[in-house]
C-alpha cells in the first residue's frame, strides 16, 4: 500500500477510516523493519512518546477538539533543531553529550501546536556541511534506489529523506543552506522544498551559515511541501493561487542546465520537458547571466565556509580530532577569507539578485535539474578528490538559488525503474506561494503518462 499524502491522511483522520495510532504504528513499524537495512536514517526514535500523543489526538479528535486537520499525522525531525531537554547534536559526537535545550526550535513548536507527531530525529551530515550525505560516527543512510548497491542519499537532511521515502514518516523537516532538502529529495525520489529564507524563524536550529540557512520540508508530493511549509511559516490558512498551466512560462538556462549531465539525468530532463511541452508550458532556452556572476563573486571564498568557520572557530581548536575530516576541512577554508572580501561578496550578492530578479521577471519561474547526476555509489566518494568533486556537483545548482535569496523545489521526474533525478523550480524571495502552486500543476503534469 502506496504511503497516504497528507491531504489524504487528513481526509482519512476526519472521516474516521483511520486513526493517528494507526499511523503512527505503520511508521515505527518501517524504522524497526528497515534501519537495519541499510536505511539508518534515524538517530533518535520517539516510540512511546509518539504513542502517547497519537493516542491523545485521536482522543481530542472523537471530541472534535483536535487542534487541526492535519493533527495525528507522524512527521520526522532534523537533528539540527533544538527540541527542550535534548542535546542538539547536529550529526556530531562532539554535541552528543551537550547541555540540553532549554527551549524548542520555533518551527517546532508550530508543528506541536497543530498536532503534528514527530517519530524521531533524522541522520544528517555533520554540522549539515554537504551535499553527500555520509556520516562516518551514525551511519550513512541509504537512497532507495537500488539499496543493495550502496548509494548516497544525498545531503544534508539525508535522513529526513530516506525516513519519508521508506514511509518511516508522511514528511520531514530538514534545513537548506545549498541545497540540503532539495539534493537528498531528488537522490531518493521524493519532493523538497527551500523556502525563502526569512519566512520560518531560525531561532533555534543549529547554524551552517545564518546568511544562506533555510528550513524546509521534504514530502512525497509538493502539495504536501506546501502545507508543512505553512505550518512552520505560521501561515495555516494560507490559499495558494490557481494555476493554469497552459501558457505557463519557465526558463530553463542554458549555462547551467545541461552542463555535466549524466545519461540518466538527461533521460529524465528530456521525459520532463517532453511532458511539460504535451501540456502546454512555454519553455524558453537561454543563458541566465546571474549564474556567471555567482561564480566570479566566489573567487575569494563564499559566506558557507567563513560563516561556518565563525562558529566552529572554538570547537574546532579544541574538538578537532572528533570532526568527520572531510566536513573540518570545508569549515577550516572559511579561515583564509577577509573581511574586506566578505563585505565585497555580501556587496556583490546584493547586485546579483537585483539582475536575477530582473532577468526572472517575464517568466514564472526557473527550471533546470536539481542536481546534473544520478546517486553515485558510496565506493564513489573513496579518495578525497573524487568527493570535493561530487560534492560540487551536488550542490552547484541548488546553492544557486541559495546565494539569490530565491525560493526552490525539487520534484522527482525519472520514469518508474530509472534512477531517481529531480527537477529544480525556482523563483525569486518571497514568491513561495505562487511557486509551489506552480509546481503543484507541474508535479500533475510530470505525472501525466503521453499516449
Known amino acids: 500500500m502506496q504511503p497516504l499524502t497528507f491531504a489524504e491522511a487528513a481526509a482519512a483522520l476526519a472521516a474516521g477510516t483511520t486513526t493517528s495510532r494507526h499511523l503512527v504504528e505503520a511508521c515505527l513499524a518501517n524504522i524497526n523493519d528497515l534501519e537495519g537495512q541499510g536505511a539508518r536514517a534515524f538517530v533518535r526514535v520517539y516510540g512511546d512518546q509518539a504513542r502517547a500523543s497519537a493516542d491523545a489526538i485521536d482522543t481530542l479528535r472523537q471530541a472534535s477538539r483536535a487542534p487541526g486537520p492535519f493533527a495525528g499525522i507522524p512527521i520526522s525531525l532534523k537533528d539540527l533543531f533544538d527540541i527542550a531537554g535534548e542535546p542538539t547534536p547536529a550529526g556530531s559526537v562532539i554535541l552528543a553529550d551537550a547541555p540540553p535545550a532549554t527551549a524548542t526550535a520555533p518551527a517546532i513548536q508550530r508543528l506541536l501546536a497543530a498536532g503534528l507527531i514527530p517519530v524521531g530525529r533524522t541522520n544528517m551530515t555533520?554540522?549539515?556541511?554537504?551535499?553527500?550525505?555520509?556520516?562516518?560516527?551514525?551511519?550513512?543512510?541509504?537512497?532507495?534506489?537500488?539499496?543493495?548497491?550502496?548509494?548516497?542519499?544525498?545531503?544534508?537532511?539525508?535522513?529526513?529523506?530516506?525516513?519519508?521515502?521508506?514511509?518511516?514518516?508522511?514528511?520531514?523537516?530538514?534545513?537548506?543552506?545549498?541545497?540540503?532538502?532539495?539534493?537528498?529529495?531528488?537522490?531518493?525520489?521524493?519532493?523538497?522544498?527551500?523556502?525563502?529564507?526569512?519566512?520560518?524563524?531560525?531561532?533555534?536550529?543549529?547554524?551552517?551559515?545564518?546568511?544562506?540557512?533555510?528550513?524546509?520540508p521534504l514530502a512525497r508530493t509538493a502539495a504536501c511541501c506546501a502545507t508543512l511549509d505553512a505550518i512552520v511559516a505560521g501561515e495555516p490558512d494560507r490559499i495558494l493561487p490557481p494555476i493554469t498551466i497552459p501558457g505557463l512560462r519557465l526558463l530553463l538556462p542554458t549555462n547551467l542546465a545541461f552542463a555535466n549531465l549524466d545519461a540518466p539525468t538527461e533521460a529524465a530532463l528530456d521525459r520532463a520537458v517532453a511532458r511539460l511541452d504535451d501540456a502546454g508550458v512555454l519553455i524558453d532556452r537561454a543563458p541566465l547571466a546571474a549564474f556567471d556572476a555567482i561564480n566570479e563573486a566566489h573567487a575569494k571564498g563564499g559566506f558557507a565556509a567563513a560563516e561556518a568557520y565563525a562558529w566552529h572557530r572554538d570547537l574546532l581548536a579544541s574538538e578537532f580530532a572528533r570532526y568527520d575530516p572531510r566536513v573540518a576541512s570545508r569549515i577550516l577554508a572559511g579561515a583564509d577569507m577577509s573581511a574586506a572580501d566578505y563585505f565585497l561578496l555580501a556587496q556583490a550578492r546584493r547586485r546579483i539578485i537585483r539582475r536575477f530578479e530582473a532577468a526572472l521577471a517575464p517568466y514564472d519561474a526557473l527550471m533546470l535539474p536539481t542536481v546534473p547526476i544520478a546517486p553515485p555509489p558510496i565506493a564513489a566518494f573513496a579518495h578525497d578528490e573524487d568527493y570535493r568533486r561530487l560534492n560540487f556537483l551536488l550542490l552547484r545548482n541548488p546553492s544557486a538559488i541559495n546565494f539569490l535569496d530565491g525560493c526552490a523545489i525539487s520534484l522527482p521526474c525519472h520514469a518508474p525503474g530509472a534512477p531517481p533525478a529531480g527537477l529544480m523550480l525556482a523563483a525569486p524571495a518571497m514568491e513561495d506561494a505562487r511557486l509551489l502552486a506552480i509546481a503543484i500543476a507541474v508535479e500533475a503534469a510530470l505525472l501525466h503518462e503521453r499516449h
Open 126 to 216: 555533520e554540522f549539515a556541511f554537504s551535499g553527500v550525505g555520509l556520516n562516518p560516527h551514525y551511519g550513512t543512510p541509504l537512497s532507495p534506489w537500488d539499496r543493495a548497491a550502496g548509494h548516497i542519499p544525498g545531503g544534508s537532511s539525508s535522513g529526513a529523506a530516506v525516513s519519508v521515502a521508506d514511509a518511516m514518516a508522511l514528511g520531514a523537516i530538514g534545513t537548506d543552506t545549498g541545497g540540503s532538502c532539495r539534493i537528498p529529495a531528488a537522490l531518493c525520489g521524493i519532493a523538497g522544498f527551500k523556502p525563502t529564507a526569512r519566512r520560518v524563524p531560525l531561532a533555534g536550529v543549529l547554524p551552517l551559515a545564518p546568511s544562506l540557512d533555510s528550513v524546509g
